[in-house]
């Protein structure tokens, strides 16, 4: 059985779910004009889900994905502490990459819907 069948019978485990939820999430950021150049970069203090480019600025894009809003909404799970480990993950990206441009945020935020598939929404510059 395939991610998307199981998506739509609500057998994913976290980590598929969270994988299905960041393909959907690199195919929405590149329909809207955003190369993605990256996913799942480690850092010591966090990871930045994907990298992209947009312009002539970086985008570091973090992907929350839910089965259901029983514990809040997707882009609800972004908090403080949050914005603190990916803009960490982010210096340490801009130093190893030797990027010198603007660094830009955005975050997606993916909720399974009942047939299969996700909704989707596109929060870009949240922390400002």
């Known amino acids: 059985m395939g991610a998307v069948s199981r998506l739509r019978a609500g057998r994913l485990r976290p980590v598929e779910l969270g994988r299905a939820g960041e393909k959907a999430a690199a195919e929405l950021l590149r329909s809207r004009g955003y190369e993605v150049i990256g996913a799942g970069f480690l850092a010591r203090r ?38 603190r480990t990916l803009r960490d993950a982010a210096a340490e990206y801009r130093a190893l990459a030797e990027w ?7 975050v ?21």
């Open 108 to 128: 997606v935020g993916l909720m399974v819907k009942p047939a299969g598939g996700f909704d989707a929404d596109l929060v870009e510059d949240p922390f400002d």
């Open 100 to 106: 010198r441009g603007p660094i830009r945020y955005a």
């Open 46 to 83: 966090g990871e930045l889900d994907l990298v992209c480019r947009r312009g002539n600025a970086l985008v570091i894009v973090e992907v929350k994905t839910r089965a259901s809003d029983a514990f809040g909404t997707p882009l609800e799970a972004v908090g403080a502490r949050k914005r």
